[in-house]
């Protein structure tokens, strides 16, 4: 687990997400909490229970970035759901538990395409063996094995040094190997063939409460039925190569892990929050706000939810909420899940001097995003300052003048700005382009003045 310090997650949000500096504090101390707790001594450690977050504040100004920025930084397991989906028609009484069980498998994921990664060079050693052998099937009989194709051809390659010893061959047939000597070989291939069209049949509902899934199960059951295939040399070695880093990983301590992963350090953002809240919640017949929310309660609270890996306990889960909360209050929410999300933090609107910053400042600014794009096609471009400034402004006002949309409002303009050149961009002759103030207005001064336009296009 982290140990970062909350002043050097702050530090590192700071890298990504301009301002919103309560919202960054708040979440670094509920951070910083978990691993204190994880200190305590163990009796005490149970009754302590992670101190779950609201970020209020409109769309588009941060909420979902500091978040996922969060969990990056730390490496905890990370999903982010809407809880309004979970009162829309269809759902109803889709179980909230799924989201413990999606965090889960999303972790058992990713550490296994880690562990893969670890165990890629021993893989690929491993796979270059059984290539070798394809290639030279018993290789001590090798001058009478005339009739294997695969295996003919390649010693015809070697014939020059006919009659070395086989283990000399395989050297030989090694380096080729690597050399890329063999890469427009064939070879035979038993490739495993999974697909179960019967099995499709089978829906999952009902079957997602237990977090079984049918195709899974049979999977194990039905015989894996392999079937030879004709492939190039380099797809071969990719393919069994994939497939002994699979043999190499420990799948049941990949899930220990992911289980572990999960109970200690997940994170869970749940955004539009204030959907389900009570007042005008009721959406259907059955479908309350506050039904959704009796639901949510034992998870936020902690229990235990059942997942095909096993039991995962939701007790030090990390709930982040967010939502705008314009119509309704987080007081409005029902007192038992107020009580679960002590810390609010409301986060402030974006005016034009953030999106001047949000555009050039971020590891990942808009601004660089662009530039970089239009380096792979050698066109150099240079936004003077005040044409950003100009950028900014005109998002700004656009989003006074119809919909506040906070930062994202940058990326439509920014497209509706250099549309024309991210077009011609591959036949320009003047590989440097200035993007200065006139140029801005020219691109967007109809466009923002035209109040119906300006809805439609930016
Ligand atoms: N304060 C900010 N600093 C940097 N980028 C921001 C900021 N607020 C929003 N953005 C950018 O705007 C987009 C939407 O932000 P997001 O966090 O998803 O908004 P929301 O508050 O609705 O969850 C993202 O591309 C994000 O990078
Ligand atoms: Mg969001």
Known sequence: MSNLKPKEIVKELDKYIIGQNKAKRSVAIALRNRWRRQQVPEDLRDEIAPKNIILIGPTGVGKTEIARRLSNLTDSPFNKIEASKFTEVGY?????????????????????????EAVKEKAWQIAEERMLDLLLPKSEKHQTQKSDATAETHLELLSSSGGDESSSTREKLRSML??????????????????????EIFSNVGMEEMGINFKDMLGG???????????????????????????????????????????????????????????????GPDVSGEGVQRDLLPIVEGSTVTTKYGPVKS??????????????KPSDLIPELQGRFPIRVELDSLGWKEFVRILTEPKNALLLQYLALLKTEDVEMVFENDAVEGIAKIAEEVNNMTENIGARRLHTIMECLLEDILFDAPDLHEKRIVIDRLYVENKLKDIKDDEDLSRYIL
């Open 221 to 283: 059951l039905i015989p894996k039925s392999t079937k030879r295939r004709k492939v190039k040399v380099p797809e071969a070695m990719e393919t069994m190569a994939a497939e002994e880093a699979q043999n190499l990983v420990d799948l049941d301590k990949v899930v220990k892990q992911a289980i572990e992963k999960v109970e200690q350090s997940g994170i869970i953002f749940l955004d539009e929050i204030d959907k389900i809240v009570g007042k005008n919640g009721t959406k």
């Open 315 to 328: 007790d030090n889960i990390l709930f982040i909420a967010a939502g705008a909360f314009h119509t309704v």
């Open 178 to 199: 690597r050399n890329g000597k063999l890469d427009n070989r064939y070879v035979d291939l038993e490739v495993s063939d999974r697909a179960m069209p019967v099995v």
């Open 92 to 116: 109803v009484g889709r179980d909230v538990e799924s989201m413990v069980r999606d965090l889960l498998e999303l972790t058992v994921n990713k550490l296994k395409a880690r562990e893969q």
